[in-house]
């Protein structure tokens, strides 16, 4: 860990520094700085390939939507500020930024808050992205709908398969090795397809 530690160091200290801003205040800012940093110094760490995980916490609003305007401007603002950096670099096609979450929330309140449910949005930003469409069927956001099982909590309409997937054959990951990856992907998508999934990245 000493030496791993050391030659990061090294990495970071033979690059320019980023003249990009990100906003102390901002945690998910400061994570995404790290990670900026990283990649800009990709050569000096021999990296052909890297994979990072950045985490916001608080989105588990039992108690109270209100923090939930000001979490949005805060995970906006950082990813705003880092795609500025990956642009610095130019970048814009090597690197993709998505989101991953293990559960939705209730689309009816629990007097307060909302509670866990199914169905839920995910986000992906880059200039290998497809961008500016949502895909996956809209739902139906009425209570009471086909796709409600009761008390606001949606049947997904697009598999996490089908997401990552796409995710996968972007980083270099063989379509015929998809199955290998994610065991469950038969289920959502035809094996044999020469389409991809969802169409979100640009594969060429």
Do not use: C
């Not at 950082?78 to 689309?107: C, H, N, P, Y």
């Not at 009761?150 to 796409?166: I, M, N």
């Not at 270099?172 to 991809?196: A, I, K």
């Amino acid at each position: 860990a000493i030496a791993a530690s050391q030659e990061y160091g090294d990495a970071l200290a033979a690059v320019a520094p980023l003249s990009s801003p990100f906003t102390s205040s901002n945690p998910i800012s400061m994570q995404l700085k790290d990670v900026a940093e990283s990649i800009s110094a990709r050569s000096g760490l021999n990296k052909k390939r890297q994979t990072f995980f950045v985490m916001a916490r608080g989105w588990d609003h039992h108690a109270s939507l209100e923090p939930h305007p000001a979490m949005l401007f805060q995970l906006s603002q950082a990813i705003g500020e880092f795609q500025v950096a990956i642009g610095e670099m130019e970048l814009e096609d090597k690197v993709t930024l998505f989101s991953a979450s293990d559960f939705g929330r209730t689309l009816s309140a629990n007097g307060v808050g909302s509670d866990h449910a199914w169905g839920g949005n995910q986000f992906v930003v880059g200039g290998s992205v497809n961008g500016k469409q949502v895909y996956g069927d809209y739902p139906d956001l009425a209570p009471g709908s086909s796709l409600d099982t009761g008390r606001g909590r949606l049947v997904p309409t697009t598999s996490v398969d089908e997401y990552f997937a796409e995710l996968a054959l972007w980083m270099g990951v063989p379509q015929s090795d998809l199955p290998l990856v994610l065991p469950n992907l038969g289920r959502f998508y035809d094996l044999d397809s020469e389409s991809p999934p969802l169409g979100l990245m640009n594969l060429s």
